[in-house]
């Protein structure tokens, strides 16, 4: 019993799937979402704006530069993690526990 | 280990592949790479003199100390390099808006706060491979 209300449900979200990929633009086209006004202006103002050739860096560090910060605090975070588990600590006194 | 031709060959390659390493972090806003591919070039060099020599002669180059240091140093200079847009009447990691002189395209210091950002942001990234490393490296007391 619980078979068959598996597949019916399985079936329902297969069709949704399916009706939102018959929806997508095609690959490279130019009307795609992801085509905006946003890329456009990257393309063209980024040298202006940030004085920088690559325009990746320009992105990363410039326009995007939150989004870099917290990816070196993510980096920190990362050794603080292996250096709690790995690590033996010492006390105050420099003695290994 | 104590291969004579590993450690004659990698006495004489680490040297450029710490100046390639220095380069892409020092030239990512004018070419391919940046602060994260050059920071994992020299922190991979220093991980291969490691591993040829051994690990207490790597850490007589570089101390766990030190490391640490640079760690903390990278984060919080990225931090301080967006106060300079505070300091100067706007937002938070302003570049152009905040009067940074941005220089010419194209000569090694354009872009403003950038080249320093990547800098930081390269020797975190060389000291966190080289700490992870010595991390998982090291052997049980």
Redesign the interface.
């Known amino acids: 019993m619980s078979n068959k209300i598996a597949i019916v449900l399985l079936v329902c979200i297969g069709v949704v799937v399916l009706l939102a990929i018959s929806e997508l633009p095609l690959y490279g086209s130019p009307d795609t979402p992801a085509q905006n006004y946003v890329a456009e202006r990257y393309i063209e103002g980024a ?1 202006s ?6 325009m ?3 992105i ?3 326009y995007r ?2 989004d ?2 917290i990816e ?2 993510v ?2 975070t ?2 603080i993690a ?2 709690l588990v ?3 600590g010492t006390d105050r006194r420099g003695e ?1 526990k | 280990m104590t291969d004579f031709i590993l450690k004659r060959m990698v006495s004489l390659v680490l040297p450029f592949v710490q100046m390639l390493g220095l380069y892409v972090i020092f030239h ?5 790479g ?2 994260f591919s050059g920071g994992i070039i020299t922190g991979l060099s220093l991980i291969a003199f490691s591993l040829v020599f051994g690990l207490e002669r790597g850490q007589e180059k570089v101390s766990e100390r030190m490391m640490s240091l640079v ?2 140093f ?2 919080l200079w ?2 301080a390099m ?1 106060l300079v847009g505070i300091l100067r009447g706007t937002t938070f ?1 302003m ?2 808006g905040a009067g940074v002189p ?5 000569k090694l210091y ?5 080249l320093l ?2 800098l930081g ?1 390269g020797l ?2 060389a000291s ?1 491979m080289v ?2 490393f010595v ?2 490296m ?1 052997e049980e ?1």
């Open positions: 040298l704006d940030t004085g920088a050739l690559n990746v860096a320009a990363v560090i410039d530069a939150y870099t910060l070196t605090t980096l920190f990362a050794i292996v250096f790995l690590k033996k290994h | 990512g806003h004018l070419s391919p940046g602060s760690e903390s990278g984060a990225y931090g967006g990691l570049n152009k941005l220089g010419a395209p194209g354009s872009g403003g706060l950038i950002i990547t942001v975190k990234v966190t700490t992870l991390a998982l090291e007391e």
